[in-house]
Every structure is written in structure tokens, then in C-alpha cells.
């Protein structure tokens, strides 16, 4: 099997590929631009241990269309797991100009890539070959108190990010109705766990209190997130792709629905634990300006892709928070080296609109 992520130098993306690492018989091409939250190192202490000959990676924006149409080609793919696209509401909201450019036009060109390799295959082949779109559920908007997301959810996306997922899905699904190519969507909750970059909820509030600094809750931190372990979202991801319909999409959560508040509690909490200091952490936190049009609440049903190709998640939130907080408690190291290429410093984003 040759596989093909996009992404891979991502917080998921790198997780799906040393998972994927683990399958016999599969060689692997991650095309990545190296954006500010990219890192190798996640995948590099995973090929200490298996065949390296099966992965290669290829430094590439997908707005470079000319070259994605040769590199798709030449690699000859089975299945091509989309996951490159820039990811953080708060970005979005200073700079939407790359969400559109990456989210949009870059799925565009992949899946212009795909459609020009898919259609010089022989039958066998293409029955073999699969597009899975990687997506998020802020496609759906913002629930009240009731309610969850599922497949037959419209959408109504509210962030410059989530609408240019959005749209990523739309052209997708396009792709499919009008030119048949095999495609398969995933809409997933929030993620977290090791090696994400520290400016997504989880890992700054970790990071910040290490560091003896504010930790930052937007608005009254009664906003609700459905929160998922990376390591549950991959295992998904690769049973959608695999044994996944053709033209259906699958939700992806982890029944671990928490407000912010409490969750930046639970950080706290497990810090007292593992590397008490004079005060509680907690001490640290202060309530700050509300993001502009903060999504209120997300919540997914999975029932779907429980039912039909077998997914459960297996860590859940204190499980998998507990590891989390422990894995950056022992990375240090990466989280200074990862901030310092970056050149984001920690500061507080996404307020530009206001
Ligand atoms: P991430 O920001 O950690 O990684 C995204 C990767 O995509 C980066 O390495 C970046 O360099 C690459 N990329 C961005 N634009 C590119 C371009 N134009 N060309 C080539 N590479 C490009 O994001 P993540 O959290 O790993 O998310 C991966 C995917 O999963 C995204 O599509 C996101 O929308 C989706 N998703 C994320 C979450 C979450 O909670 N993180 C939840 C649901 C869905
Ligand atoms: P985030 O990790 O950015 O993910 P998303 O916006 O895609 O859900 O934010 C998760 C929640 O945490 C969201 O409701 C915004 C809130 N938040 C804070 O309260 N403080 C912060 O410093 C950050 C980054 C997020």
C-alpha cells in the first residue's frame, strides 16, 4: 500500500504517520510545507525503529499546484490522507488570508492532483483508491446547552478557519458527485496530546504554567469543547480511510465534552501533583478578553463510525490529560526549541478584528 499525508509534520499528522509506520508493507510520502507549527522530531524517534526506506518526506506547499500534479503522479498512491491545512481559530482570525490560500485553494490542487492521477488508472487500480479528507465538527457552527453534531448536521462554520474547512469539504465532496473520485470525510472534535504546539488550549496552559506565567481563559471559560486523545483520532482515521463508504464522512469524538474552565483546572490539578510549587497553579489563572465570535459549545456523535467500522476511543479526558501534562513535563527541551523556530513567543493572538 502507498500512502500519501499531507501534513504529516502536524500534531496529527505525525502521529498518523508513526502509526501508519507500524503497518507491514506500506512506504509512506508526507508532503508538508514546514509551516511555524511543523516538527520532524515526532517521526524521527519513531524511524529509529523501523524500516526508513518505507517513509519519505517531501517539503512542499500545496499551493505549488505544477509540482503537487508530478509528485502525486510519481508516487502512485493507493490512498492520500489530507490533513495539511492551517489549523488555529485564533490565526485565522488575525491573518485569514493563508487559511484561504492553504484550506481552500491547497485542497483545491490536491484534489486537481487526484483527480488527473485517478483518471490515468486502470480499473483495478482506482477500485483500490481512496481520497480521505481530514476535517474538523467547527464545520457545524457553535450548539446550545442540547445537542450534538453527527453526519446529517448543516453546516453553519462562524471562524475564517472553520469556513475555510468548510469549503475544503464542499470542493471535496464536488470532487465526488462530479468526477467520482473515491472520497471518504472525517469531521473530529478538539485533539490533544503529546507534541502539539503549544497555542492550542492544552499545551499553552501546560506551558505557561511551567513557566510561572498568566495562564490566559477567554470570556467567563464556560465554553465547551468535546476533547479527544490524538492516539483515538488516528486509530479512527484509519479506519475511515480504509474500510471507510465511499462518499460518506464519519464524526469523530470523544464523549469527553468539558468548558475550559474546568479543564484548565484539571491542568492545574495534575501540576499540584507532579511538580508542586510554593502556590497552587491555579493561582495563575486569569479570565481575559473573549475570542470575537467564540463558538459557544461542541459536542459530536460517533454512533456512526461506532456502528460501522468498529471505533471506540480508549483513553479518555483524565487519561489522556494526565499522560499529556506528564509527556510536556518531560519535553521541556522541545517545547523551547519548537516556540523558539517558530517565533511565537506565547503572546495572546486573535484579537486584531477588535
Ligand atoms: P497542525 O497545524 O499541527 O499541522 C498542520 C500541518 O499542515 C503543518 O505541519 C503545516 O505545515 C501543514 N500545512 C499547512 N498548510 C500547508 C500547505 N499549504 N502545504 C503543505 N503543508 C501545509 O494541525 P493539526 O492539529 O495536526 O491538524 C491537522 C488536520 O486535522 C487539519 O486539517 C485540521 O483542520 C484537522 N483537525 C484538527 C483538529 C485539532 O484539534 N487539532 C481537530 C479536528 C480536525
Ligand atoms: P483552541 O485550542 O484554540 O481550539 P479551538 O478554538 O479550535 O476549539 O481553543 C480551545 C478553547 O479554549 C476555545 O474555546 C478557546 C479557549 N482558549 C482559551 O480560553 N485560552 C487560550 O489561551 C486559548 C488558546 C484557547
Redesign the pocket.
Known amino acids: 500500500m502507498r500512502v500519501i499525508v499531507?501534513?504529516?509534520?502536524?500534531?496529527?499528522?505525525s502521529h498518523l504517520i508513526r502509526k501508519l509506520l507500524d503497518i507491514k508493507k506500506i512506504k509512506i510520502l508526507n508532503?508538508?510545507?514546514?509551516?511555524y507549527?511543523?516538527d520532524h522530531s515526532n517521526i524521527d524517534e519513531k524511524l529509529v525503529t523501523c524500516n526508513q526506506s518505507n517513509y519519505h518526506f517531501q517539503k512542499?506547499?500545496?499551493?505549488n499546484k505544477e509540482e503537487l500534479i508530478s509528485v502525486v503522479e510519481n508516487f502512485e498512491p493507493d490512498l492520500i490522507m489530507?490533513?495539511?491545512?492551517?489549523?488555529?481559530v485564533d490565526r485565522s482570525i488575525d491573518n485569514p488570508s493563508e487559511f484561504i490560500?492553504?484550506?481552500i485553494i491547497?485542497t483545491y490542487n490536491l484534489l486537481e492532483a487526484s483527480r488527473n492521477y485517478f483518471r490515468q488508472l486502470d480499473q483495478h487500480k482506482r477500485s483500490k483508491f481512496r481520497f480521505h479528507h481530514?476535517?474538523?465538527?467547527e464545520v457545524f457552527g457553535s450548539l446550545g446547552e442540547l445537542g450534538q453534531f453527527s453526519e446529517e448536521t448543516a453546516y453553519d462554520p462562524r471562524s475564517p478557519y472553520s469556513a475555510s474547512?468548510a469549503s475544503s469539504d464542499h470542493l471535496v465532496r464536488a470532487w465526488y458527485h462530479t468526477y467520482n473520485l473515491p472520497i471518504v470525510v472525517t469531521?473530529?472534535?478538539?485533539?490533544?496530546g503529546p507534541w502539539?504546539?503549544p497555542e492550542?488550549l492544552i499545551p499553552l496552559v501546560i506551558t505557561k504554567a511551567i513557566n510561572n506565567e498568566i495562564i490566559p481563559i477567554y470570556g467567563d471559560g464556560n465554553n465547551i469543547r468535546d476533547w479527544l486523545y490524538v492516539e483515538d483520532?488516528v486509530d479512527g482515521l484509519i479506519l475511515a480511510a480504509t474500510k471507510g463508504t465511499i462518499g460518506h464522512s464519519y464524526c469523530i469524538g470523544g464523549y469527553g465534552e468539558e468548558t475550559n474552565k474546568n479543564i484548565v483546572h484539571k491542568i492545574c490539578n495534575i501540576l499540584d501533583k507532579e511538580r508542586p510549587a510554593n502556590k497552587s497553579y491555579r493561582s495563575l489563572i486569569k479570565f481575559v478578553k473573549d475570542r470575537p465570535g467564540h463558538d459557544k459549545r461542541y459536542s459530536i456523535n460517533s454512533k456512526k463510525i461506532k456502528e460501522e467500522l468498529g471505533w471506540d476511543a480508549h483513553y479518555g479526558l483524565d487519561k489522556g490529560l494526565e499522560e499529556t501534562v506528564k509527556w510536556y513535563l518531560e519535553h521541556l527541551d522541545w517545547v523551547k526549541k519548537t516556540l523558539e523556530k517558530s517565533n511565537y513567543e506565547g503572546e495572546r493572538i486573535g484579537l486584531k478584528s477588535s
Do not use: P, R, V, W
Request: net charge negative; with cysteine.
Open positions: 499531507t501534513g504529516g509534520c502536524g500534531f496529527i499528522g508532503i508538508d510545507k514546514f509551516g507549527a511543523s512542499l506547499d500545496l499551493s489530507h490533513l495539511a491545512a492551517e489549523s488555529h490560500s492553504s484550506n491547497g481530514i476535517s474538523t465538527d474547512k469531521n473530529c472534535s478538539n485533539n490533544f502539539q504546539f492550542k483520532h
